[in-house]
T-cell receptor, first 114, second 113 residues
Framework: DGGITQSPKYLFRKEGQNVTLSCEQN?????MYWYRQDPGQGLRLIYY???????QKGDIAEGYSVSREKKESFPLTVTSAQKNPTAFYLC?????????????FGPGTRLTVL | AQSVTQLGSHVSVSEGALVLLRCNYS??????LFWYVQYPNQGLQLLLK??????LVKGINGFEAEFKKSETSFHLTKPSAHMSDAAEYFC???????????FGQGTRLTINP
C-alpha cells in the first residue's frame, strides 16, 4: 500500500536528549513537511523540503533540524535546544507541481519529555 | 501573511442535525482552501479542497463547502450528522503558488445521540 509511515508512534525523552523522528513515504512525492500540533493551536510548520538535499525553515524551526538525503525519507531531530518539545508531530508529503497540491499526512508521533 | 480563523473551538450537534463548521481567511488574493479531518491520535485526512471553478465543493463522507469570496469564507457543512463524524476538523489555506499550508486552530465536533 502507498502511504506515509511515521515511527515510533509514541516516544519518551529525558530533558537534554536529542531524539529523531522517522518519516518515510512511498508515494513518489517530491515535497515533504513536518508539522507540530499542540491542543488549540492547529498545526504549525517546522520544516519543509521540495527536493532532495534541500529544505527550508517553517514558522517554528528553532530547536529542530532535518535532513533530506533520499526522496522517500525526511527525518526530524528534536534537539535539546527546543524548550517545549512535548507535542504531536505530523509528517506530510505532496507532489511538487507548484499548484494546489494536496498534502497527505502520516499517522503522527507523540513525543513526551519526562 | 495569510491567516485562518475557525469560529468555535468546539461544536456540538445532535445526530441527524445539520453540521456547520465556520472558516474565514485573510487574503487579498483568493488562496487555495482545504478542509481536513482528524480522528483521535491519527493523522489528517483530506475532506475536500477548492482551487478554482465551481464554488461549491463536494467532499467525502457527505461533506461540502462553499467558497464565498465576498465574505472570505469557506464554511463546511453536512446535512445530517452521523456519530462517526465526531472528530476534529481543520481548515487550511495555501497562498497561490506557495507550497505551504496555514491551518486554523481546529474545531472539535461532538455528536449527541
Amino acid at each position: 500500500d502507498g502511504g506515509i509511515t511515521q515511527s515510533p508512534k509514541y516516544l519518551f525523552r529525558k530533558e537534554g536528549q536529542n531524539v529523531t523522528l522517522s518519516c518515510e513515504q512511498n508515494l513518489n512525492h517530491d515535497a515533504m513537511y513536518w508539522y507540530r500540533q499542540d491542543p488549540g493551536q492547529g498545526l504549525r510548520l517546522i520544516y519543509y523540503s521540495q527536493i532532495v538535499n534541500d529544505f527550508q525553515k517553517g514558522d517554528i524551526a528553532e530547536g529542530y533540524s532535518v535532513s533530506r538525503e533520499k526522496k522517500e525519507s525526511f527525518p526530524l531531530t528534536v534537539t535539546s535546544a527546543q524548550k517545549n518539545p512535548t507535542a504531536f508531530y505530523l509528517c506530510a508529503s505532496s507532489i511538487f507541481q507548484g499548484l494546489s497540491d494536496t498534502q497527505y499526512f502520516g499517522p503522527g508521533t507523540r513525543l513526551t519529555v519526562l | 501573511a495569510q491567516s485562518v480563523t475557525q469560529l468555535g473551538s468546539h461544536v456540538s450537534v445532535s445526530e441527524g442535525a445539520l453540521v456547520l463548521l465556520r472558516c474565514n481567511y485573510s487574503s487579498s488574493v483568493p488562496p487555495y482552501l482545504f478542509w481536513y479531518v482528524q480522528y483521535p491520535n491519527q493523522g489528517l485526512q483530506l475532506l475536500l479542497k477548492y482551487t478554482t471553478g465551481a464554488t461549491l465543493v463536494k467532499g467525502i463522507n457527505g461533506f461540502e463547502a462553499e467558497f464565498k469570496k465576498s465574505e472570505t469564507s469557506f464554511h463546511l457543512t453536512k446535512p445530517s450528522a452521523h456519530m462517526s463524524d465526531a472528530a476534529e476538523y481543520f481548515c487550511a489555506v495555501s497562498p497561490q503558488g506557495a507550497q505551504k499550508l496555514v491551518f486554523g486552530q481546529g474545531t472539535r465536533l461532538t455528536i449527541n445521540p
